[in-house]
């Protein structure tokens, strides 16, 4: 067996984007798990790399004021939160850190004003998530939750604190439940989506669950408020449990009929940063009676439908054609007819698409982690006074506000982070561009 490493004294400079502590020794990087920046830790390197090397922590000798008491009794275990242990206040601080480290360091930017945090709550927001499920042979039961830190293997967990009530409180009774089944063994992953006072868990079934099996998730279902919904196959074969449930909607002011979306649909995790994002969005484009208005990556009509009652045309487009589809719907429910929607694949966009030959004089971005680079050339055809770019990853967000600004003649006016993801590595953020 090779020997630990021997424990080392070091500094902690900063966080990286897995949420870990930052250490130099001998100029080389060491990202050591469990410690925060200003910390003095003895650390022990339990890998080496070429470029860096990784560690852990094995004692806080001197202690950040913002290190604070993680709330769950799985944090350092379970890999679904890596910041708990530090203050909200001081996580806002590193995440806009790193926004403004990525805009500096990969593209050369600084917005000329940084837009005051978006907040909600930090507990119990997570209205979408996926979990994994497993029957431990060795333990003789399941395990439902997220994997382990920096492992493939389920944590065993008894709550969860982050995702909304009631499923926070139903890890263990979801184990339970599943441990009785006669398919325990063949139930991969529970999908979470969560709308205005209802729950719906999508049940990743390899087989079919027996007459038995069936009365005991009707019973569970019941009991305790939720819709399950299984899922043998592909994305198209995810059928109710019971027929007819109910409706699965967000709200968003000024919609009468809210947003609604399927289980297995893309919606922002928490419903209270959700609607402050889509405002200051307004805000910063600030829509005009006159104006049109293009939405990239448009999804349900999450900005859509808000910018439809304030602008004069609206005009999304989303490569997933089932998102289109209800989009379509969403505005016909609010009763909104200046909304069209489109499928295209934006990650390979050209400007002989037919919604870039529309004219537009603002334009939003909602794209994935890989960004936006594709369809820039397209966005900024028509010269928009206003670009808003809503971000889920600081490096391509960089990337895209270097192109805009170097390449198509755009100037970073103002920039923010969202806290979409309390406690977790993610950083979200907004950015608003005009003509240089």
């Keep these: 067996m090779k020997p630990a490493a021997t424990p080392e004294v070091a500094g902690i400079d900063d966080l990286d984007h897995a949420g870990r502590g930052i250490a130099r020794i001998d100029g080389k990087a060491v990202f050591v798990d469990g410690a925060l920046p200003g910390e003095r830790v003895l650390l022990r390197r339990v890998r080496r790399r070429r470029q860096h090397d990784e560690a852990m922590v094995v004692e806080v000798l001197e202690s950040s004021p913002h290190r604070v008491e993680p709330r769950c009794r799985h944090f350092g275990v379970c890999g679904g939160c890596v910041l708990q242990h530090l203050a909200p206040a001081a996580q806002l601080e590193c995440r806009q850190r790193q926004v403004a480290d990525a805009l500096g360091r990969i593209a050369g930017l600084q917005p000329d004003t940084w837009l005051p945090p978006l907040t909600g709550p930090v507990w119990a927001y997570r209205r979408r998530a996926r979990l994994g499920c497993r029957y431990v042979a060795k333990k003789g039961r399941v395990l439902v939750g997220f994997r382990e830190r920096a492992s493939p293997l389920l944590a065993d967990l008894e709550r969860c604190e982050i995702l909304v009530e009631p499923v926070g409180g139903l890890i263990q009774p979801l184990a339970e439940l599943i441990g009785g089944l006669t398919i325990r063994e063949r139930i991969a992953q529970i999908e979470v989506a969560a709308g205005s006072g209802v729950t719906a868990l999508v049940l990743r079934v390899l087989d079919e669950p027996g007459p038995a099996d069936f009365e005991q998730l009707r019973g569970f279902a019941a009991l305790h408020r939720v819709d399950f919904w299984l899922q043998p196959g592909g994305l198209d074969t995810v059928r109710p449990l019971a027929p007819d449930p109910p409706v699965l909607r967000y709200e968003l002011p000024g919609l009468a009929a809210g947003i609604e979306f399927e289980p297995t649909d893309f919606v922002q995790v928490n419903d209270a940063v959700n609607q402050a994002m889509v405002a200051r969005a307004l805000e910063l484009l600030a829509p005009g009676p006159q104006d049109r208005v293009l939405d990239l990556f448009c999804g349900l009509g999450n900005f859509s439908l808000p910018l ?24 016909h429910r609010n009763g909104i007819s200046n909304a069209g929607f489109q499928v295209a694949d934006l990650s390979a966009a050209g400007a002989a698409a037919d919604w870039a030959r529309e004219p537009h004089e603002l334009v ?29 990853h600081p490096g391509t967000l960089a990337r895209d506000a270097g192109l805009l600004v170097g390449q198509y003649g755009y100037r970073l006016v103002a920039a923010g982070i969202m806290d979409m993801f309390p406690h977790t590595a993610h950083v979200e953020s907004i950015a608003m561009f005009e003509p240089a």
């Design 308 to 331: 439809a009652q304030r602008a004069a045309r609206v005009s999304g487009v989303e490569g997933d054609a089932g998102l289109v589809a209800r989009a379509r719907a969403n505005a």
């Design 364 to 392: 939003l971005l909602d794209p994935p982690r890989a960004g936006a680079r594709e369809v820039l050339p397209a966005a900024t055809a028509a010269r928009p006074r206003r670009i808003v770019y809503v971000s889920c």
